[in-house]
Nanobody, 124 residues
């Protein structure tokens, strides 16, 4: 089992920045690829970013590339999502998730473990 706990969400004005953290406990964190997803009210959960076990490969939703950066620190069992130039449409609950196989990183069904989510609200 892997337990995931997100933090760092909050209320920010448009154009601002936030850094989300996701701390893992349980089985070996570095064995898993990690992803961030988000879900806005009334919308489906959507892929945001993913990172392989070593941090050497990263993947982003095309619409977010250049504003969001995913990273990980295996010594701290933590994955991060740096979000810059935030827009009101970025408002959502953000979830981190773990998968042993990054082959289908955009598909949330491929992730075995999920955090409880952290709310990000961007005001205009």
């Amino acid at each position: 089992q892997v337990q995931l706990v997100e933090s760092g969400g909050g209320l920010v004005q448009a154009g601002g920045s936030l850094r989300l953290s996701c701390e893992a406990s349980g089985r070996t964190f570095s064995s898993y690829a990690m992803g961030w997803f988000r879900q806005a009210p009334g919308k489906e959960r959507e892929f945001v970013a993913a990172i392989n076990w070593s941090g050497g490969s990263t993947y982003y939703a095309n619409s977010l590339k250049g504003r969001f950066t995913i990273s990980r620190d295996n010594a701290k069992n933590t994955v991060y999502l740096q979000m810059n130039s935030l827009k009101p449409e970025d408002t959502a609950v953000y979830y981190c998730a773990a998968t042993p196989d990054l082959g289908y990183y955009r598909d949330y069904n491929r992730y075995n473990y999920w955090g409880q989510g952290t709310q990000v609200t961007v005001s205009s």
